[in-house]
């Protein structure tokens, strides 16, 4: 049964870096045809897609965000990361990992997300 | 961009009664290989999402068939037949037609009255 597990820090302070890392288990990164991304969910809002990465690699980046977003992977780890630059306090946020075994269906497989906090 | 908007924002419902919720797009959700890329997503207090159904109608694995999705073009509807204390939460349809981008609609709180 594939797992997703988020992990990074909780509190960045504004302007930096927010990284987070997602670790799968119960399958491989590698399999063809799926899709990992990131979706994140302030507090008492709604859902945001912040962006997905092709098993072969190939990104897709919200237009909102793709100025200050990077998705990767790390086959060797069986993970991938985002990676989220110059924050601010409207970035605090939860933030999901999911995978989607086919593009335009969304997301079949969550993690339980992982809570970030942008304050100095 | 696709702007999906969801009605009502706030559903009480009494045990055991039917609940509907509704789903419409700015732009058709038609995609030119005649599918509608149109999913629901209920979200349980303190859990992460999980899609409930897929293409408008496909119910995920270990769904209950209580759950139903039906609609075309702009205008989608996901119904409870008979709401149980386990359904309360937050659903959310998305649209994934205009891939490479996804849009969820604002949310629909689920209580029990």
């Known amino acids: 049964q594939l797992q997703l597990q988020e992990s990074g820090p909780g509190l960045v302070k504004p302007s930096e870096t927010l990284s987070l890392t997602c670790a799968v288990s119960?399958?491989?990164?590698?399999?063809?045809?799926?899709?990992w991304g990131w979706i994140r969910q302030p507090p008492g809002n709604g859902l945001e897609w912040i962006g997905s990465?092709?098993?072969?690699?190939?990104?897709y980046y919200n237009p909102s965000l793709k100025s200050r977003v990077t998705i990767s992977v790390d086959t060797s780890k069986n993970q991938f990361s985002l990676k989220l630059s110059s924050v601010t306090a409207a970035d605090t946020a939860v933030y999901y990992c999911a995978r989607s075994s086919a593009a335009k269906n969304g997301m079949d497989v969550w993690g339980q997300g992982t809570t970030v906090t942008v304050s100095s | 961009d696709v702007v999906m908007t969801q009605s009502p924002l706030s559903l009480p419902v009494t045990l055991g009664q039917a609940a509907s919720i509704s789903c419409r797009s700015s732009q058709s959700l038609v995609y030119s290989d005649g599918n509608t890329y149109l999913n629901w997503f209920q979200q349980r207090p303190g859990q992460a999402p999980r899609r409930l159904i897929y293409?408008?109608?496909n119910r995920d694995s270990g769904v209950p068939d209580r759950f139903s999705g039906s609609g075309s073009g702009t205008d989608f509807t996901l119904k409870i037949s008979r709401v149980e204390a386990e359904d309360v939460g937050v659903y959310y349809c998305?649209?994934?037609?205009?891939?490479?981008?996804?849009?969820f609609g604002q949310g629909t709180k689920l209580e029990i009255k």
């Open positions: 990465i092709y098993y072969s690699g190939s990104t």
């Open positions: 998305m649209q994934g037609t205009h891939w490479p981008l996804y849009t």
């Open positions: 119960g399958g491989s990164i590698s399999s063809s045809g799926y899709y």
């Open positions: 293409k408008v109608s």
